[in-house]
């Protein structure tokens, strides 16, 4: 058994919602969504955002080059087990993480992507894995919020 975890295959652009964070109440930011949808708990879960340079290095192959983006937090203990709603109140297996970098220029460059990465430890079995999702250009980028649960979609 290893965690399931769905990363959204889209990025919310929307208003912040966090006066927490760096950025100015109501500023357009941009979110991630992250399910849960293991039957067990994740334990130690860990966010990572790449900006991500391919450079060629011959012969049609490429060199990849890193830079750390940050996430408003990137890291919590837990995301509990996913379980069929009884109310349409809370899902508390679906995370929305707020971006702190502006994305934009980086996703309009042919040349460079924004990496994901989700690492986490499966509840029961201990066993960690890593997600990946790449999102290439500025067709990656959708305005509004996501949809509430389970959904991967922004409406």
């Known amino acids: 058994m290893r965690p399931n975890i769905k ?41 990572q955002l790449s900006e991500l340079v391919r450079l060629p290095a011959g012969n049609g192959k490429m060199n990849e080059r890193r830079k750390v983006l940050s996430f408003y937090k990137d890291a919590l203990w837990h995301i509990p087990r996913h379980k069929k709603a009884k109310s349409n109140t809370f899902a508390p297996h679906a995370v929305v993480s ?7 220029p980086i996703l309009e460059d042919v040349n460079k992507c924004i990496e994901v990465q989700v690492i986490l430890r499966h509840g029961l ?14 067709s990656s980028v959708q305005d509004g919020m996501f949809e509430f649960g389970d959904h991967l979609t922004v409406r």
């Open 7 to 47: 990363i959204s295959p889209v990025i919310a652009r929307y208003k912040n919602m966090i006066p927490e964070s760096n950025i100015q109440w109501g500023d357009q930011v941009y979110y991630i969504k992250i399910v849960n949808r293991s039957l067990h708990p994740a334990y130690d879960v860990k966010f």
């Open 98 to 104: 707020l971006i702190q970098d502006d994305i934009l």
């Open 125 to 138: 079995t201990g066993l960690s894995k890593v997600f990946t999702q790449e999102f290439g250009d500025v």
